[in-house]
């Protein structure tokens, strides 16, 4: 037992307690001694002379036996209910009995969280086997702005005069197998800039010797134009759209949203939205070339291309 920090006696001084009232000490004065009662001194005394040294150690505050437990069939009839998305007080409702006894019964069979009847999916994990067989693409609205932002001045007092400045679109790129990125900030999220993305990623692979088979993306409107598809079909690709309301699908473009925004858009003090945007390939090139990334034994992206000395210097810039 975890002995409590203010408690006024432990087994030792509960057999010191013992030894005086033994050797003739008044309770009374044993009592004021230790600042006790009279009634835990005689407590100690009793348990002493019942059990000896034993009685004077900590015991558990649950009772041996239950004077009444719940049962059985009523535990199944809560369970029952309760696997039919019943509440707490539903089921004390219908059964008869209180809400408390319900939780505690819910507590004990796991059930007592709504989670517990919808357990999450398993994870699972997959990855190309060699770099181009599949890119993500994806895109991250962000403001902009003509000043430092309340989220580096923690001031919002004067955030206003950068209401009205509009938006700008991140497009995002990344190899499935390699995980190397590719980065634009465009104007918009319409079809005219999907197109323009999709043409300057697939270039840019091109320019690292990896040849782009298939491209990932959402449902969203830009993805599910002609133009988009017209695209793809130019350059030689497979268009796979994502199953609705699952982004996980497409989760390593999710996550290189996620590593961008902390690392480049949310990393320091910008003082415009266009400052910003001039980082992006800076920081681009560092995570490429130079950032341990953890799902590849904390190596480069760069590291999966298998590229040899010369061309790495080459391609280095």
Not at 38 to 44: A, D, G, L, M, P
Not at 47 to 63: H, K, N
Not at 236 to 242: A, C, F
Request: net charge positive; aromatic share 8%.
């Amino acid at each position: 037992m975890n002995m409590h920090k203010n408690a006024r006696l432990t087994a030792h001084s509960r057999a010191d307690l013992v030894r005086r009232v033994q050797a003739g000490q008044p309770v009374t004065a044993v009592a004021k001694a230790f600042g006790v009662s009279v009634r835990t001194v005689r407590k100690w005394v009793a348990r002493f002379e019942a059990e000896g040294p034993e009685g004077l150690t900590d015991r558990s505050s649950r009772p041996h036996r239950l004077y009444r437990p719940t049962p059985a069939a009523v535990v199944e009839q809560v369970e029952a209910r309760r696997r039919q998305r019943w509440t707490g007080k539903q089921i004390a409702a219908e059964i008869g009995i209180s809400p408390a006894t319900v939780s505690r019964i819910l507590r004990r069979l796991g059930l007592n969280r709504i989670e517990a009847l919808e357990p999450a999916e398993p994870v699972r994990r997959y990855e190309r086997q060699h770099p181009g067989e599949l890119i993500h693409i994806d895109i991250k609205k962000l403001g902009r702005f003509d000043r430092v932002g309340h989220r580096i001045t923690g001031d919002r007092r004067g955030q206003s005069n950068s209401r009205g400045i509009g938006w700008e679109f991140v497009h995002v790129c990344i190899d499935d197998a390699s995980r190397l990125a590719f980065s634009q900030v465009l104007p918009d999220e319409k079809k005219g800039s999907a197109v323009a993305f999709l043409r300057a990623a697939v270039a840019y692979y091109q320019s690292l010797g990896v040849k782009v088979a298939r491209v990932m993306t959402d449902n969203g409107s830009c993805y599910k134009s002609i133009d988009f598809r017209d695209a793809c079909r130019d350059l030689g690709l497979r268009h796979i759209r994502t199953k609705p309301y699952t982004p996980k699908t497409n989760g390593k473009a999710e996550r290189f949203i996620q590593t961008a925004l902390r690392e480049w858009a949310y990393a320091q003090a910008y003082p415009n939205s266009d400052r910003r945007a001039a980082e992006l390939p800076i920081w681009l090139h560092r995570y490429n070339w130079h950032r341990p990334h953890g799902s590849l034994k904390s190596k480069p992206p760069i590291s999966r291309l298998a590229l040899t000395e010369d061309n790495l210097l080459r391609l280095h810039t």
